[in-house]
T-cell receptor, first 116, second 111 residues
């Protein structure tokens, strides 16, 4: 029973390029969350998705960032025209359902993005 | 807006010592509180989840307490081992599905 999978684990981009981060949730999980961890900072919520729906994107920067979770395939976090300040670890988590107090989110290993 | 603070930011102890990590949050209207462990270059591992109606949870050498009214939680680690060296993160879940994290406490247990 594989856990949450993220790829690539490390990604290097030059300023102005696009970054695509992928997340495959645990089997049976239909809820996906993306968090960003800047150097020396805690994890910050970015977006919460269910299949084909964005439920909460209150933590997403207004420009250059987008996320999707299609009916088939992994969730994608896309960053257009990357800047050095986008360098961070991006973590994906998944859960079976939104369940109030009872359900935990299971985290993937993260993608470390470095923008040169 | 919920804010989570963890003290201390870093802690170094000799092997075998009992220790306490602290977490405080500003909004007491939470569903649950979780403690995670993060190893360098790795993801997060959930250690303990305390529901808002509970006061504590235990798993092995770990015990987490929750005082919702005062906005505080502690993680107690008994008989620490070098393998416990990691960053420990506290996160609370409020009315939405997102978790709000503290910056973590980096623990080093010296042999």
């Amino acid at each position: 029973n594989a856990g949450v999978m993220q790829n690539p684990r490390h990604l290097v981009r030059r300023r102005g390029q696009e970054a695509r981060l992928r997340c495959s949730p645990m089997k049976g999980h239909s809820h996906v969350y993306w968090y960003r961890q800047l150097p020396e900072e805690g994890l910050k919520f970015m977006v919460y998705l269910q299949k084909e729906n964005i439920i909460d994107e209150s933590g997403m920067p207004k420009e250059r960032f987008s996320a999707e979770f299609p009916k088939e395939g992994p969730s994608i976090l896309r960053i257009q025209q990357v800047v050095r300040g986008d360098s961070a670890a991006y973590f994906c988590a998944s859960s079976r359902r939104d369940s109030g107090s009872l359900e935990t989110q299971y985290f993937g290993p993260g993608t470390r993005l470095l923008v040169l | 807006k919920q804010e989570v603070t963890q003290i201390p930011a870093a802690l170094s102890v000799p092997e075998g010592e009992n220790l306490v990590l602290n977490c405080s949050f500003t909004d007491s209207a939470i569903y649950n509180l979780q403690w995670f462990r993060q190893d360098p270059g790795k993801g997060l591992t959930s250690l303990l989840l305390i529901q808002s109606s509970q006061r504590e949870q235990t798993s092995g050498r770990l015990n987490a307490s929750l005082d919702k009214s005062s906005g505080r939680s502690t993680l107690y680690i008994a008989a620490s081992q070098p393998g416990d060296s990691a960053t420990y993160l506290c996160a609370v879940k409020g009315g939405s599905e997102k978790l709000v994290f503290g910056k973590g406490t980096k623990l080093t247990v010296n042999p």
